[in-house]
């Protein structure tokens, strides 16, 4: 396993991050357990959580995987070897987070936000508290292929970025967290966070967990620049396409017990021109001997600007493969494959 420095942190994170958003409803207690231990077996000391996990979100299971995530570490006294990150919601109509009411990223809420987290977690602080989702009105991902409403429309109580970061700056101070992230954030939005920092107003973000997979490399378009000049690392979700890039729902399959075979959320990887590409990567995936998921991993985990993988699994199986891709070496050649593909089918799913 490999490790990278988190933005000008002083925190070491394994290039592989589990991610956790299964476990509690694709996956039991015992088998969120069960996939900790594996990877932390095999050199993996970073977790990212949420308080929405886990997936798809409904109030009976929401903060879940927290809870599992708590247990494991009370059972194993592990948390000194743990970098753990969670994240806070932006704004929802949902009510059941906040008690029966709408949430924003203001103070009240945050505060609420991180204090039912930690209880959760079971522990005194998280190392890496990121915001899940902007509170302004973007595109889910916030970094689109091209502009379909616009001017996007703004709401009058939407939150000043630097109102929202002052809340960090006091959970810092309060040994809450160690560290400030973002996720689903666009270049605007990252560079107004780095403003407001060096304003003096509250912490720098270190990281920002974007979507990032061969149907998807939006990030490199500006967001690769301002994360490298501006030291945020990035936190790569979706390395397999919510698992459209193994392979297994080609032609339209829908295997039993697969993510959208029980939930119908895939429409991100369901767009025009997604299933052309996912076939041609799964084919140069084969011609260099490699399983389509083996190979989807691989390429994120050594791309030089991610700072970790965020791989996910519902079996040790499957778990196994996503961990091997940081064994795999990663040639020119199959740089120059990916790439071939992506002239030709770009970004379809943002």
């Given at each position: 396993?490999?490790y990278?420095?988190?933005g000008?942190?002083d925190?070491t994170?394994?290039?592989?991050?589990?991610?956790?958003m299964?476990?509690g409803?694709q996956n039991s207690?015992?088998?969120g357990h069960?996939?900790?231990?594996?990877?932390f077996e095999?050199?993996?000391n970073?977790?990212d959580?949420?308080?929405?996990?886990s997936?798809p979100?409904?109030?009976?299971?929401?903060?879940?995987t927290?809870r599992?995530i708590?247990?494991w570490m009370?059972?194993g006294?592990?948390?000194d070897?743990?970098?753990l990150a969670?994240?806070?919601?932006?704004?929802?109509?949902?009510d059941?987070?906040r008690?029966?009411?709408?949430?924003?990223?203001?103070?009240?809420?945050?505060f609420?936000a991180?204090e039912?987290s930690?209880?959760r977690?079971?522990?005194?602080f998280?190392?890496?508290?990121?915001?899940h989702?902007?509170?302004?009105?973007?595109p889910?991902?916030?970094?689109?292929t091209?502009a379909?409403t616009?001017?996007?429309?703004?709401?009058?109580?939407?939150?000043?970025?630097a109102?929202?970061?002052a809340?960090?700056?006091?959970?810092?101070k309060a040994?809450?967290?160690r560290h400030?992230?973002?996720?689903?954030?666009?270049?605007?939005?990252v560079?107004?966070?780095?403003?407001?920092?060096?304003?003096?107003?509250g912490?720098?973000?270190?990281?920002?967990q974007?979507a990032y997979?061969l149907?998807?490399?939006t990030?490199?378009?500006?967001?690769a620049?301002?994360?490298d000049?501006e030291?945020v690392?990035?936190?790569a979700?979706s390395?397999?396409a919510?698992g459209y890039?193994?392979?297994?729902?080609?032609?339209?399959?829908r295997?039993a017990g697969?993510?959208?075979?029980?939930?119908?959320r895939g429409?991100?990887?369901?767009?025009?021109?997604?299933?052309?590409?996912?076939?041609e990567?799964?084919r140069?995936a084969r011609s260099?001997?490699?399983?389509?998921?083996?190979f989807?991993?691989a390429?994120v985990?050594h791309?030089?600007?991610?700072?970790?993988?965020?791989?996910?699994?519902t079996?040790?199986?499957?778990l196994?493969?996503?961990?091997?891709?940081?064994e795999?070496?990663?040639t020119?050649e199959?740089?120059?494959?990916?790439d071939a593909?992506?002239q030709?089918?770009?970004n379809?799913?943002?």
């Amino acid at each position: 396993m490999q490790y990278s420095r988190l933005g000008r942190t002083d925190l070491t994170v394994s290039r592989i991050c589990l991610g956790t958003m299964t476990w509690g409803q694709q996956n039991s207690e015992a088998e969120g357990h069960a996939q900790m231990d594996r990877a932390f077996e095999r050199g993996v000391n970073f977790l990212d959580t949420a308080e929405l996990y886990s997936i798809p979100p409904k109030p009976e299971t929401q903060g879940s995987t927290e809870r599992i995530i708590g247990t494991w570490m009370k059972a194993g006294g592990n948390r000194d070897r743990v970098v753990l990150a969670s994240k806070v919601i932006g704004r929802t109509a949902d009510d059941w987070f906040r008690g029966g009411r709408p949430s924003k990223l203001v103070r009240a809420d945050i505060f609420d936000a991180v204090e039912k987290s930690l209880a959760r977690l079971q522990t005194d602080f998280v190392d890496l508290y990121q915001i899940h989702f902007p509170e302004r009105r973007v595109p889910w991902g916030s970094n689109p292929t091209r502009a379909e409403t616009w001017p996007m429309p703004r709401d009058a109580d939407e939150t000043p970025i630097a109102e929202t970061l002052a809340v960090f700056d006091e959970l810092v101070k309060a040994g809450k967290i160690r560290h400030f992230g973002l996720s689903n954030e666009s270049s605007w939005g990252v560079m107004r966070y780095v403003f407001a920092s060096e304003m003096g107003v509250g912490p720098r973000p270190v990281s920002l967990q974007n979507a990032y997979n061969l149907l998807n490399r939006t990030f490199e378009v500006n967001l690769a620049e301002v994360c490298d000049r501006e030291e945020v690392g990035l936190l790569a979700y979706s390395p397999l396409a919510q698992g459209y890039l193994t392979g297994k729902y080609d032609h339209g399959a829908r295997p039993a017990g697969a993510r959208t075979t029980l939930f119908n959320r895939g429409q991100r990887y369901e767009k025009p021109n997604a299933a052309e590409a996912i076939l041609e990567y799964g084919r140069i995936a084969r011609s260099f001997g490699m399983e389509p998921a083996l190979f989807a991993n691989a390429f994120v985990t050594h791309q030089p600007f991610v700072a970790a993988n965020i791989i996910g699994a519902t079996s040790l199986e499957q778990l196994d493969m996503a961990l091997d891709s940081a064994e795999v070496t990663w040639t020119d050649e199959m740089q120059k494959a990916a790439d071939a593909v992506h002239q030709r089918f770009g970004n379809p799913c943002p």
